[in-house]
Structure formats: C-alpha cells, structure tokens
C-alpha cells in the first residue's frame, strides 16, 4: 500500500539558512500534518492543513511556514535555521474529516535536518 | 504541560515476557486513542487504537485496556519477542478529522532474548 512519501530524507543546512521540506500524503487523503521530533522526544504538533487551508497550528515558529497545493502535498518552509531546529520532522496523513478512518493519521518516514 | 503521561520511560523484557505501557490523560475531549511503534530513524507506525466505549481491544499480540473513568489505558504486548524492541508512543485526540495527535513521552522497550 502506498504510503506518506517526504523528501528529502536528509538536509544539512548552515545557521541562518532556509530549507523546504515536502510531503506527499497518500493517495485520496486530504489532510496532512506536520510534526518536529527532537532527540528522544515525543513529537510535536506544527501545523495542519485541510483542502489547502490551514486547519489548526500548534508550537510552529514565525520564522516557518506551510501550505498545502492543489494535489494535496505539502511544503513545509523554514527560514533563518537556528541549532535548535535539528530535529525530525514528519508529516502525516488522514482522509477526509468525519468520513472512515479520518482518524487515524499515518506518518511519512522523516525528513533528518540537521542545522550546522 | 504532558496532557498525555507515559510510564515507564523504558522497559526490558524477556523474550516470551509480557510488556506492559501505562498512559493517563487529562483532556476529557480526547476520543480516540491511537498506540505508535516507532524504530530509530523511521516515522511513527500504527500499532492498535482504542476509543473510550470498549474497556479491552486485541489484535493479535498486543492488548489495549482502557479505563474511562479512571482516564488510563494501557498496552499490553503478549509473548515480547526481540523484534518489538523499539519505542512505543500512546497517543490522543478528538475524532472528527484534522485534529492533532498529542503523544505520550515515550516508552523505549528493549525484549531481550
């Protein structure tokens, strides 16, 4: 089965760069989240989207921003990189609100970013 | 604040043991409640979910309990074998769609053979 598809795997960026993370959510899912994992941390809620609008938002920093295109992938924008936003960042998928197993979401493997 | 608590930090376990992950949570809003097993450098995986209108839910090895009242649930992972090492995360959220997860801390189970 097709599966939450994020790229790239791996980034390494220098202090005060940007980066763009993507998301590919599974195929007839329309809403896809972000989450930030720090080492050995539980993850943390960023940001989501629904049908290209922003559906809630949690501890996401001004300096990063999303949106979600028309076929329903997702950018995750990052400027101005601090040390402190290494970490992994996955993005997750869920069908449409209220219908069958909107509930559940299913998460892509992880983009690693590394800030040097 | 941990809106969702998570005990033990980490486990070990005999293979063919029982491995058992408490969680508690506060929000009563929170209706579905998800289990991840997480393996290093890989994102979260379903495991089972439960919602607080069954007490119990099996599938195959691992056992949801549930406790409305007391606002806990479990997992309960039968016959540990060395492949379930990894890191579970209990979970909630309010069903209904586009809703955040909120994840436990954690627990990092190792199954020793």
């Known amino acids: 089965a097709a599966g939450v598809i994020q790229s790239p795997r791996h980034l390494i960026k220098e202090k005060r760069e940007t980066a763009t993370l993507k998301c590919y959510p599974i195929?007839?899912?329309?809403?896809v989240y972000w989450y930030q994992q720090g080492p050995g941390q539980d993850p943390q809620f960023l940001i989501s989207?629904?049908?290209?609008?922003?559906?809630d938002k949690g501890s996401i920093p001004d300096r990063f921003s999303a949106q979600q295109f028309s076929d329903y992938h997702s950018e995750l924008n990052m400027s101005s990189l601090e040390l402190g936003d290494s970490a992994l960042y996955f993005c997750?998928?869920?069908?449409?609100?209220?219908?069958?197993?909107?509930?559940?979401?299913?998460f892509g493997p992880g983009t690693r970013l590394t800030v040097l | 604040q941990q809106q969702v608590k998570q005990s033990p930090q980490s486990l070990i376990v005999q293979k063919g043991g029982i491995s058992i992950i408490n969680c508690a949570y506060e929000?009563?809003?929170?209706?579905?409640f998800p289990w991840y097993q997480q393996f290093p450098g890989k994102g979260p995986a379903l495991l089972i979910a439960?919602?607080?209108?069954?007490s119990e839910k099996k599938e195959g090895r691992f056992t949801i309990s549930f406790n409305k009242s007391a606002k806990q649930f479990s997992l309960h992972i039968m016959d540990s074998q060395p492949g379930d090492s990894a890191t579970y995360f209990c979970a909630a959220t309010v069903s209904g769609g586009y809703q955040k997860v909120t994840f436990g801390t954690g627990t990092k189970l190792q199954v020793i053979p």
């Open positions: 929000n009563t809003a929170f209706d579905y």
């Open positions: 989207f629904y049908e290209k609008m922003q559906s």
């Open positions: 997750a998928s869920s069908p449409t609100p209220g219908g069958r197993g909107s509930d559940t979401q299913y």
């Open positions: 439960i919602r607080p209108d069954v």
């Open positions: 195929p007839r899912h329309d809403t």
